[in-house]
């Protein structure tokens, strides 16, 4: 991928930029400036000028999509199914150790489902492209003592962290030292 796309641009992204592309074509075959169109269209001004020379070279046909910079492993009733499984949780696929999905574990799931490999980068733009996203558990950790966190961070983290150092005036020279 040349731009940072997120995983790739959805298909409703797709249309919106060509759409943008397209009205770019007809802002040029009215001579309007390549600032004019930037600020409008609210896009660099490299981006319009890529796509002016790409009209002048193919005309309006040549800023239409060409479509996703990869093609799609999964079909939509497989997406279906794999987004089904995801809810269920990872216990329900035979990670017990953890509640929590990670890369690895969705790229096994997708193995085991539908024979289709995928990296672990191609798992995460999948899934981002799907809108699906990092999270934090919703639930804490059933093992989590409050009491105990409390007396850490009120006993064991002040010596830790040590004393706050005095101000003294210092240099920046290697040559002459601060007096003090």
Sequence with gaps: MRYAQRGGYTPAEQQRRE???LQAAGRFARGDSIEEIAHDLRV???SVRRWRRAWRDG???????????????????????????????P???????DQRWTLGRVKTLIGRLFHVGYTIEGTSKLLRR??????????????RDE????VWKAEVWPDI????????????SRTRQARG
């Design 147 to 150: 009491e105990a966190i409390a």
């Design 130 to 143: 799907h809108g699906w996203s990092c999270q934090v558990p919703v639930r804490r950790a059933i093992e």
């Design 161 to 172: 962290k040590g004393r706050r150092a005095t101000w003294a005036p210092s240099s920046a």
């Design 19 to 21: 759409r943008l592309r």
């Design 91 to 97: 216990l329900a696929h035979g990670f017990a150790h």
């Design 59 to 89: 005309g309006a046909e040549a800023l239409r999509s060409k479509g996703p910079v990869s093609r799609e492993r999964l079909s939509p009733q497989q997406w279906a199914r794999l987004e089904l499984e995801l809810r269920k949780g």
């Design 44 to 46: 660099t001004e490299g």
